[in-house]
């Protein structure tokens, strides 16, 4: 498992602890878009599936379960974090990660983001 001292799963070159982790504990500690997004990354990494499931925008959560978040969170071993490009509310980017036939596969969207409150959200992506 990830510890707090490990740099985080999301590239970012900081801790675990003072990176996505911190934001798992707190939601409201993501302060854009793009933070938010990383950290859902990372609670791929460590199968925080509560928090993806919680950081749904509540206009996209009811359509989405837990069971099949969980299972493409451990099915896959996510390797490393690729950010292409950040807008106010949307992040681009890649996922690399490797299936249950250890293929290499990459996940390529472009998520949009709302800010319900203090709290940024995931809507979708594309
Ligand atoms: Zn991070």
Redesign the pocket.
């Known amino acids: 498992m990830i510890n707090t001292a490990s740099h ?3 590239g ?1 070159g ?1 801790s ?1 602890g003072a ?2 982790k911190a934001i798992h504990i707190s939601h409201a500690a993501a302060a854009g878009a793009e933070q938010l997004m ?2 859902r990354y ?1 609670a791929f990494v460590v199968r925080n599936i509560d928090f993806l499931y919680n950081t749904f925008h509540p206009s996209t959560r009811r359509f989405q379960d837990k069971n099949a978040i969980r299972k493409w969170s451990v099915e896959n071993k996510w390797m490393q974090l690729h950010i292409l490009k950040t807008t106010f509310q949307t992040v681009e980017f890649e996922a690399h990660y490797l299936n249950t036939e250890m293929e290499v596969q990459i996940h390529h969207e472009k998520s949009t983001f709302k800010k319900l409150g203090n709290l940024w959200y995931y809507v979708d992506g594309k």
Request: proline content about 9%.
């Open positions: 985080c799963p999301c970012s900081n675990f990176c996505c990383r950290a990372s």
